[in-house]
């Protein structure tokens, strides 16, 4: 083990403050390491847990061409959600704070076939990347914002790695998501208990169509903070890189054209588009989410060579099969079980 030893050594400085801070900043600048930790440590589990559960022929059940080809880079990514929580837990320490060493982390119901898992994981690395843009504003010491930003480019990377082992659009938009700490546990939080952060998190948002989705289709929802009824809710959907989302009665939810890749949503009580800004976004209308679903409508070869999913090749007008689309669905969001 001496080479994770000198891993160590080398990630340990990444989060040392470069300046004093007032106590405000310094209570937020730890928080949000503390959060970033729980989220590493939740991805590492996750991954821990699949490459000891799964083995090859399960992988090439689930369509890949090559099951050593996804095991390889599943073992990479482990490695380095294991790095960076080993990093940033030495960072808290060295501000003179404790990691939050009390979370459980429960995957049992996403992790039954290599198929969810494969979504799941690309659920979690656009979390990943979500998180890490969503807190930046949150840190006022400039090193270790620094630090953060080379943590994100490297969850930017797995997120594609788990594009292409989706059969999706290696890079399918040209900016990513930034969510409050808030909108992470709407997504993150059903699959960690026994801690607490002091962070609220956004009632979950899941999606349940079962059907075939893609552009067209009317999207459903449910909520532990919807009773059923869609007057005066309305859904926001929101594509990297537009200024607002859009935003329709939740009785007429449908996927425009001209989307592909990952599409955040959240359920408002006002038909006032949300910011694409995670500091101004106003929650005051909130009811729940967001949540993430993956709509692939443009299949690129990369992908294709990859994963064969269901026996066919995705195509435009079929983007996922009803199984896949409810698996992602289902599972972009799971509910807090009660
Ligand atoms: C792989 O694991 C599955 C269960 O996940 C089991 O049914 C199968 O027999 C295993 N195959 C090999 C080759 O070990
Ligand atoms: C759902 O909640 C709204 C707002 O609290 C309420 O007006 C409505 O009657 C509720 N509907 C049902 C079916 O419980």
Not at 138 to 147: G, N
Request: proline share 7%; hydrophobic share 45%.
């Amino acid at each position: 083990m001496r080479f994770v030893a000198s891993i160590i050594v080398l990630a340990a400085p990444l989060f040392v403050a470069a300046a004093p801070w007032k106590r405000q900043d310094s209570a937020t600048n730890l928080l949000v390491l503390k959060f970033a930790d729980v989220l590493e440590q939740l991805e590492s589990k996750f991954y821990a847990e699949a490459l000891a559960k799964f083995n090859k022929s399960d992988f090439t059940t689930a369509g890949f061409t090559n099951a050593q080809l996804a095991i390889e880079q599943f073992l990479s990514i482990q490695g380095d959600e294991a790095t960076h929580s080993v990093a940033l837990r030495e960072g808290i320490k060295s501000l003179g704070s404790t990691p939050v060493d009390t979370c459980t982390f429960d995957f049992s119901k996403v992790l039954t076939d290599v198929t969810t898992m494969a979504n799941v994981a690309r659920l979690v690395e656009n979390v990943g990347v979500t998180a890490y843009l969503g807190a930046a504003h949150l840190l006022s010491d400039p090193v270790l914002l620094t630090a953060a930003g080379s943590i994100l480019t490297v969850e930017a990377r797995h997120q594609t790695i788990l594009n292409v082992l989706n059969a999706g659009t290696a890079i399918p938009q040209a900016f990513d998501f930034a969510f409050t700490p808030n909108e992470v546990l709407a997504l993150a939080g059903p699959f960690i208990s026994g801690c607490d952060l002091g962070i609220r998190a956004n009632p979950s948002l899941a999606i349940t169509n079962t059907g075939t989705v893609g552009v067209g289709t009317l999207l459903t929802f449910s909520s532990p903070a919807i009773n059923g009824s869609t007057d005066g809710l309305f859904c926001q959907m929101l594509v990297g890189g537009l200024p607002f989302t859009i935003s329709l009665p939740l009785a007429q939810c449908i996927v425009p054209d001209g989307i592909n890749g990952p599409v955040a949503l959240w359920v408002t009580s006002d038909s006032q588009p949300l910011i694409n800004n995670p500091r101004d976004r106003a929650i005051d209308k909130l009811v729940a989410g967001p949540t993430i679903a993956f709509l692939d409508t443009k299949p690129q070869i990369l992908g294709q060579l990859a994963r064969t999913l269901g026996g066919t090749p995705p195509t435009v007008t079929n983007t996922v099969t009803p199984d896949q689309a409810s698996s992602i669905i289902s599972y972009a969001s799971p509910l807090p079980t009660p």
